[in-house]
């Protein structure tokens, strides 16, 4: 169902940070509502925290990140939401910035010490650690998540590159069974592009931690890709 959401149609943006008045202060859900909600389970917590244990089949977008861009542009208006935090305080800061977004629709919450079901993971590897593994394992996969330019100026080797605005669409083109590695410029996009494989029933996913940066900050193997060396000619 998540994925659905994404790929319907593309949100639209609220122009300026209007007054927010009369917005309605989500419930909390028990465990088996969250399980069962119908629409997208929104955690907003850090990317390490995400991966170390998380409700199912929710999507990592973090307060500490670009939150409200990449909810406004991955999620279309009017799609229920319910937001995965730490404490109250994430949530009402959640729901503020959605609204600012136009997505009035969060209906609920739950804290993560409260959730009782299974918690899913998501493994965390240094770039390091991923560039041996380019060297040594035959069969992976290793998704670039940034965008088209920056992944042309300059990537990790074996990398290959889809913009987390066409994940959502385009893992069709991955095998599901595959180990899956996913890369971005820091960490943030990559663990919510390893929340968006998840719902799309990828079986084993990997977030590289410190991202492209690190990789390049460590002297590790990068390619430019052909359309970067044309365009600097």
Request: negative net charge.
């Amino acid at each position: 169902e998540f994925l659905a959401y994404f790929w319907l149609c593309a949100a639209r943006y609220l122009e300026g940070s209007a007054p927010l008045t009369g917005l309605v202060k989500p419930r909390e859900l028990s465990t088996d509502e969250i399980a069962d909600f119908d629409g997208v389970v929104v955690d907003v917590r850090q990317n390490l925290e995400y991966g170390e244990k998380h409700v199912p089949n929710s999507v990592n977008i973090g307060l500490g990140g670009q939150f409200a861009s990449w909810a406004g542009t991955l999620i279309p208006i009017g799609t229920p939401i319910a937001i995965v935090a730490d404490n109250e305080t994430q949530v009402e800061e959640a729901v503020t910035r959605l609204a600012r977004v136009g997505h009035e629709t969060v209906a609920g919450f739950i804290l993560v010490h409260d959730y009782t079901g299974e918690m899913k993971q998501v493994g965390q590897v240094s770039v390091g650690e991923m560039s041996e593994l380019t060297k040594t394992e035959k069969y992976l996969q290793f998704i670039d998540v940034r965008r088209v330019a920056e992944h042309n100026a300059g990537h990790a080797v074996r990398s290959f590159n889809i913009p987390l605005d066409k994940l959502a669409v385009d893992f069709e083109k991955f095998d599901p069974q595959t180990p899956t590695y996913v890369i971005c410029q820091g960490g943030y996009r990559s663990s919510i592009g390893t929340s968006i494989l998840e719902n799309a029933g990828f079986k084993t996913i990997y977030n590289v931690t410190g991202g492209t940066a690190a990789w390049i900050d460590a002297g590790l193997e990068t390619e430019i890709s052909a359309a970067a060396c044309a365009n600097s000619k």
